[in-house]
């Protein structure tokens, strides 16, 4: 099998990236593993929100030259302040084109109410989840009774501290019942499932509407909606007030949908997924990837003009610790990482831990090296890369897109360039 680019890994990055180099009109295909750390997330999307030395940052793309100079190796600093400026736009647009609908622009980070009520510096944020200042004063935080992964009492009880009256409330949706017998089973996702269902979101309506009575703004968990958020503009149109969704713990509604609006447009552009398929080697000739070997296809080797890596961090097994080292499994690509293992991690648990900076070591069009020589064809992208601490400076889902519009960039003009 031949494509013009083979991209190992379908989370945000490699999505991105595939997306990106089927509209300029590659032929394209993802082999991916498993879930991605989407799966998993708030559904907000970190440009930047800290600076290495702790000073927070409010405009993203006025703090690149700053950044540069505390932490050269960043991923943004190797791509250049321009570079990731034109490509914040450019992700922008391209989400807009998945039809995947977020507020914030890069222009200035905003903050959204978290889980627990607090406020986070991010970038994007899905539509339905509320932020800060909140423009109401009292404000009824609904649970759903015997659902553990959302605690409205912690949220109302950070909301009284910003000084909103909040209130909670509890929705018994007796159609739930069958889930909430099983615990292992009442997580977000199921429960969406059932509420996207139109008969049920008509039981929904009908107990929201009578919650929404004595309140300026409803909040409830993201537990609708897992396709687009149709269900939740048919609920706030029966509502007299706003209805405002925060993520929940894992699995995450805002995130799986999307990974699904992103594989939707990657499959409308007449891309492949190989979906549960690993790739699990790869034949080099020079400086050149030639063949990659996944657990499907066997012996059959996948060809490509280009190779991107987008496996992911240590949660993706993308990169692994072992006990002489942290590695990259596929092709053994240059590591930058704290050398010993005692400086992996810092002993405070909440201070920032050094070994999430660790990661593939890559040039600035993001060419990755094995034993100092740079591969011609292969790209690495997302959070494999090195450089960066996604949670301390608040710029995890930001690396990815534009590290993934980066390369495709360098791809698209490298092929201009030879035509
Ligand atoms: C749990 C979690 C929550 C996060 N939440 C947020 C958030 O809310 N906001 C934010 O801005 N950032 C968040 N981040 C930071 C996050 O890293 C990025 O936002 C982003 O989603 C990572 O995307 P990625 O494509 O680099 O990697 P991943 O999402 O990890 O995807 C890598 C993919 O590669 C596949 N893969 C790995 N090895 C192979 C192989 N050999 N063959 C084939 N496939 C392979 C994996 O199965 C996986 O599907 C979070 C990170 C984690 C771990």
């Given at each position: 099998m031949k494509f013009d680019g083979l991209i190992i890994g379908g989370g945000l990055a490699g999505l991105v990236c595939a997306i990106?180099?089927?509209e300029a009109g590659q032929r394209c295909a993802i082999v991916s593993r498993g879930q991605s750390a989407l799966h998993f997330s708030s559904g907000s999307l970190d440009l930047l929100s800290e600076l290495p030395d702790g000073s927070p940052v409010e405009s993203p793309l006025l703090a690149l030259e700053a950044l540069k100079q505390q932490a050269p190796e960043h991923p943004y600093s190797l791509m250049g302040a321009e570079s990731v400026r034109h490509l914040a736009c450019e992700a922008e647009a391209l989400l807009a084109r998945s039809h995947v609908q977020l507020h914030g622009s890069h222009r200035s980070n905003h903050l959204r109410i978290t889980p627990l009520g607090t406020q986070r510096a991010t970038w994007l944020s899905p539509s339905e989840v509320p932020v800060a200042p909140l423009p109401w004063k009292r404000v009824t935080v609904v649970g759903i009774a015997g659902f553990l992964d959302f605690q409205p009492e912690l949220v109302a009880g950070s909301l009284r501290e910003a000084d909103i009256d909040a209130q909670t409330a509890e929705l018994t949706l007796p159609s739930l019942d069958k889930l909430r017998n099983n615990p292992s089973e009442f997580r977000a996702t199921n429960i969406a499932r059932v509420l996207d269902n139109p008969?049920?979101?008509?039981?929904l309506i009908g107990e929201?509407?009578?919650?929404a009575q004595n309140t300026d703004a409803l909040f409830l968990?993201?537990?609708l909606g897992i396709e687009n958020n149709r269900s939740w503009q048919a609920i706030s149109s029966a509502l007299p007030c706003p209805l405002c969704l925060l993520p929940t713990l894992p699995p995450s509604v805002l995130g799986m949908r999307m990974y699904n609006q992103l594989r939707q447009r990657f499959q409308q552009?007449?891309?492949?997924?190989?979906?549960g398929d690993?790739?699990?080697?790869a034949e080099v000739s020079g400086q050149r990837v030639t063949a990659l070997f996944t657990?499907?296809?066997?012996?059959?080797?996948l060809r490509a003009n280009n190779i991107i890596l987008a496996s992911g961090s240590f949660f993706s097994s993308g990169l692994e610790a072992k006990f002489d080292g942290i590695r990259e499994p596929i092709f053994g690509l240059d590591i930058a990482a704290p050398p010993a293992r005692e400086h992996w991690c810092a002993e405070d648990f909440f201070s920032p831990q050094p070994y999430l900076q660790a990661g593939v070591r890559v040039d600035a069009s993001l060419r990755p090296s094995r034993h100092g020589q740079r591969f011609e064809n292969l790209y690495a992208i997302g959070s494999v890369l090195a450089g960066f601490d996604p949670i301390r400076q608040g710029c995890g889902a930001g690396v990815c897109v534009i590290s993934a519009l980066h390369a495709a960039q360098q791809i698209l003009e490298t092929q201009e360039a030879a035509q």
């Amino acid at each position: 099998m031949k494509f013009d680019g083979l991209i190992i890994g379908g989370g945000l990055a490699g999505l991105v990236c595939a997306i990106r180099l089927a509209e300029a009109g590659q032929r394209c295909a993802i082999v991916s593993r498993g879930q991605s750390a989407l799966h998993f997330s708030s559904g907000s999307l970190d440009l930047l929100s800290e600076l290495p030395d702790g000073s927070p940052v409010e405009s993203p793309l006025l703090a690149l030259e700053a950044l540069k100079q505390q932490a050269p190796e960043h991923p943004y600093s190797l791509m250049g302040a321009e570079s990731v400026r034109h490509l914040a736009c450019e992700a922008e647009a391209l989400l807009a084109r998945s039809h995947v609908q977020l507020h914030g622009s890069h222009r200035s980070n905003h903050l959204r109410i978290t889980p627990l009520g607090t406020q986070r510096a991010t970038w994007l944020s899905p539509s339905e989840v509320p932020v800060a200042p909140l423009p109401w004063k009292r404000v009824t935080v609904v649970g759903i009774a015997g659902f553990l992964d959302f605690q409205p009492e912690l949220v109302a009880g950070s909301l009284r501290e910003a000084d909103i009256d909040a209130q909670t409330a509890e929705l018994t949706l007796p159609s739930l019942d069958k889930l909430r017998n099983n615990p292992s089973e009442f997580r977000a996702t199921n429960i969406a499932r059932v509420l996207d269902n139109p008969e049920q979101l008509l039981l929904l309506i009908g107990e929201l509407q009578t919650l929404a009575q004595n309140t300026d703004a409803l909040f409830l968990p993201a537990c609708l909606g897992i396709e687009n958020n149709r269900s939740w503009q048919a609920i706030s149109s029966a509502l007299p007030c706003p209805l405002c969704l925060l993520p929940t713990l894992p699995p995450s509604v805002l995130g799986m949908r999307m990974y699904n609006q992103l594989r939707q447009r990657f499959q409308q552009l007449n891309g492949i997924l190989l979906p549960g398929d690993a790739v699990l080697g790869a034949e080099v000739s020079g400086q050149r990837v030639t063949a990659l070997f996944t657990r499907n296809h066997g012996d059959v080797p996948l060809r490509a003009n280009n190779i991107i890596l987008a496996s992911g961090s240590f949660f993706s097994s993308g990169l692994e610790a072992k006990f002489d080292g942290i590695r990259e499994p596929i092709f053994g690509l240059d590591i930058a990482a704290p050398p010993a293992r005692e400086h992996w991690c810092a002993e405070d648990f909440f201070s920032p831990q050094p070994y999430l900076q660790a990661g593939v070591r890559v040039d600035a069009s993001l060419r990755p090296s094995r034993h100092g020589q740079r591969f011609e064809n292969l790209y690495a992208i997302g959070s494999v890369l090195a450089g960066f601490d996604p949670i301390r400076q608040g710029c995890g889902a930001g690396v990815c897109v534009i590290s993934a519009l980066h390369a495709a960039q360098q791809i698209l003009e490298t092929q201009e360039a030879a035509q």
